[in-house]
C-alpha cells in the first residue's frame, strides 16, 4: 500500500506556471505507475498524464499537451506535474494517483488506479 500527498498548488495568473509535488510513502514507489487528475468544480474527474515506473514514458491528455510535463525521482518518492502557460481552464482540484500495475499509453480512467492524495488546489486567475 502507499499514501500520496500533494503540495504546491495555489493561485496563479493565466500564462504562469506552477509545479505540483506528489510524495509517496512506502518502498516500492518505483513500481508503481504514477498519474495526475483533475476535477473542476461541477465536473467529473478527468485524466491528465502518466508516467511509467522509471520515468522514461509519459502520455498526456491533449488539453495539457506541450503545456504539462510529468516526472519522477524514484529515489526521493515523489512524483511530479510541472504546469506551463496555465489558463483559466486549468482551474480544479489536482490528484495524485498510484497503481501497481505496468503503464499503458492512452488517458486511462480513474478505476484503473488504487491509491490517491487528497488533491491540491490550483486556480488560475487574474
Known amino acids: 500500500q502507499v499514501q500520496l500527498v500533494e503540495s504546491g498548488g495555489g493561485l496563479v495568473q493565466p500564462g504562469g506556471s506552477l509545479r505540483l509535488s506528489c510524495a509517496a510513502s512506502?518502498?516500492?514507489?518505483?513500481?508503481?505507475?504514477m498519474g495526475w487528475f483533475r476535477q473542476a468544480p461541477g465536473k467529473e474527474r478527468e485524466f491528465v498524464t502518466t508516467?511509467?515506473?522509471?520515468?522514461?514514458?509519459?502520455f498526456y491528455a491533449d488539453s495539457v499537451k506541450g503545456r504539462f510535463t510529468i516526472s519522477r525521482d524514484n529515489a526521493r518518492n515523489t512524483v511530479y506535474l510541472q504546469m506551463n502557460s496555465l489558463k483559466p481552464e486549468d482551474t480544479a482540484v489536482y490528484y495524485c494517483?498510484?497503481?501497481?500495475?505496468?503503464?499503458?499509453?492512452?488517458?486511462?480512467?480513474?478505476?484503473?488506479?488504487?491509491?490517491w492524495g487528497q488533491g491540491t488546489q490550483v486556480t488560475v486567475s487574474s
Open positions: 512506502g518502498r516500492t514507489f518505483g513500481s508503481y505507475t
Open positions: 508516467i511509467n515506473r522509471s520515468g522514461g514514458r509519459t
Open positions: 494517483a498510484a497503481r501497481p500495475r505496468g503503464w499503458d499509453p492512452g488517458s486511462l480512467p480513474d478505476y484503473e488506479f488504487d491509491y
